[in-house]
């Protein structure tokens, strides 16, 4: 079955700190993954999404994913963190077949200490 | 440009009131049509997909039910609301196979 793990339920880091959130997906097929941002309260917003091509892919608010096929991972990378980057930050595979589904993961919080 | 529109953003419910919530999308045609409930610490679970009018699709059993009487327009029902139908729901509409879904801000819906 598909599935998607966030490992880390909460993490902290200090402004300015780079930020690495881990996902690993279960997809027997080529995935199409996704990375998504929650501020509290709000719909979700999509950061970057990943179809196929280069592995390294550019998202909204200077973040980066990078697909890992042997690793069955695309890790949400950012190289210097801003307090206003504090959200909820969903990973989620669509699976597709007729129609389009997303499994997601349980997310991760993120807390930028200033 | 494609929005949607999401209602109440807040509900507060009694046990056993029915319930209606209300998702419109503007600025497309034929969309795929999702409802998401969050749970903390839980992501998101697929409740309800539909591809067109009248065709809806359950993923988990459970005390709602959804309907599309119109091509943009998704209703999440309940006849009897139950304590454990307290969360956050989400509407959302994708394009093509294969697209990203949009999402609406969300309703936080309370059964007490």
């Known amino acids: 079955a598909q599935s998607v793990t966030q490992p880390d339920i909460h993490i902290t880091v200090s402004e300015g700190a780079s930020l690495e959130l881990r996902c690993n997906y279960s997809?027997?097929?080529?995935?199409?993954l996704f990375w998504y941002v929650q501020s509290p309260g709000q719909g979700l917003q999509l950061l970057l999404k990943?179809?196929?091509?280069?592995?390294l892919v550019q998202g909204i608010k200077g973040f980066e994913a990078e697909f890992k096929r042997s690793q069955s991972s695309f890790n949400l990378r950012k190289p210097s963190v801003h307090w206003s980057d504090a959200a909820e930050y969903f990973c989620?595979?669509?699976?597709?077949?007729?129609?389009?589904?997303?499994?997601f993961g349980a997310g991760t919080r993120l807390a930028v200490h200033p | 440009s494609q929005t949607i529109h999401q209602w109440p953003a807040t509900l507060v419910q009694p046990v056993g009131s029915p319930l209606s919530l209300e998702c419109t999308v503007e600025?497309?045609?034929?969309?795929?049509l999702y409802w998401y409930r969050q749970a903390a610490g839980r992501g998101l679970q697929l409740l309800f997909y539909?591809?067109?009018?009248?065709?809806i699709s359950s993923e988990v059993p459970q005390n709602l039910s959804a309907s599309r009487p119109q091509d943009r327009q998704f209703i999440l029902s309940s006849k009897k609301l139950l304590l454990s139908d307290s969360g956050f729901y989400l509407c959302?509409?994708?394009?093509?196979?294969?697209?990203?879904?949009?999402f609406g801000q969300g309703t936080r819906l309370t059964v007490v």
């Open positions: 959302a509409w994708s394009g093509d196979m294969n697209t990203e879904a949009f």
């Open positions: 997809y027997g097929a080529t995935p199409y």
């Open positions: 990943y179809f196929s091509g280069d592995t």
């Open positions: 989620a595979v669509g699976v597709s077949g007729g129609y389009n589904k997303l499994i």
């Open positions: 600025g497309t045609s034929n969309p795929n």
């Open positions: 539909s591809v067109g009018i009248g065709q």
